[in-house]
């Protein structure tokens, strides 16, 4: 899973029968300290999770296992909002 | 997913007879404001999006959820198109 | 999927006995205008690809799909074979 | 698998009910000499790991087999505690 | 698949029990002449594979099929052992 921060949404009528109902958020990796690493994707948010909060999310097929369908074409879902993050980033 | 654009189209007639009748299309992944991120790959469209279109496209296993062919060799499907993107990218 | 160009041919005796009789071909991702994207990998050839040829090629578990043996253990498949790729890349 | 080290620790009150329970330890890639190569990430500890250690790690579906809860959404973890790397990394 | 080259061997005696008895070998990708691409990971030896050969190897969920055992954590895994590499690289 990576450690990830939300920093948008996604709106979109014409989508994947399986996908009706979703809240689609755009969330970006970060690092321990909450610098952002790369880009943004799409996730499926499944905990509640808001602009501005720190979240795990989970990539690839398992991903689906947190949204309860198993036909949704989903490879990222929000599983987790962070409380507290321990800890420090070795390396350059 | 990915959020991405339609830059163009596949043909091929020799292919995976799993593969006949399924649209090819070429997508970049973008960022909120627009902007390329990087390089293209193909997409199968199961939305019915054109070239010049905001899509949202999912990679691996779970691209074959969206295509209803349980022996389809696809690992990128375009499932969304795009309304609009909310949200500002954070970071450099 | 990617488009790819086969650029050689990998031979291994020793090898899984799921592996036994499949093509191994060496390809690398190109752009829409053929230009090498980055690094070989190796592939099994489903279509009757030969070297200099543009190929639709798909990863992962997808890749499984295109080998009727539900035992071999193969993350990387070719599908097709590229007739013609229109459009045009955005971005740097 | 890749070889990793922890380094801190994900606190999250509010997640999927299936990761309630696991342990969620911060891990980043390392070379054979220890050196570290890239950014962290989250990953399910299964061997009773503690910071500072170098461990196995596992990435993607696979991940999943680690823990047995076959509805867990779970990408990454930790299974085994390194002795020892003999070897050396060649190239730049 | 990747083609790589054995450069080390990974000691746990502290892991998952279905890793209990594998080999794990560390691996680096190359390209077609043998030079290093990038860097290494854990691999699971499935065809006697030794320090310095050059190998295939499969990585994610299809690695798991090369080892016969359906509870194996296992997401990369050396499937043959390489006599020639043939063809060129194209590009930079």
């Known amino acids: 899973m990576l450690m990830g ?3 948008g949404r996604v709106t979109a009528t014409r989508k994947d029968e399986n996908l009706v109902g979703t ?3 755009i969330t970006q990796p970060i690092n321990i300290d ?3 690493l ?3 994707i799409i996730t499926v948010d499944t905990v ?3 602009i501005g909060e720190k ?3 989970v990539m690839g097929s ?3 296992r947190a949204v309860h369908n198993k036909d949704a074409p989903i490879d990222a879902a929000i599983v987790g909002i962070i409380d507290s993050l321990e800890g ?3 390396g350059g």
Chains 1, 2, 3, 4, 5 share one sequence.
């Open 5 to 7: 921060i939300v920093v």
């Open 23 to 25: 809240k689609l958020l």
């Open 34 to 36: 909450g610098s952002v």
């Open 38 to 40: 790369s880009n943004p």
């Open 48 to 50: 509640g999770a808001g």
């Open 55 to 57: 979240v795990i999310y």
């Open 62 to 64: 398992m991903a689906s």
């Open 88 to 90: 420090e980033t070795l």
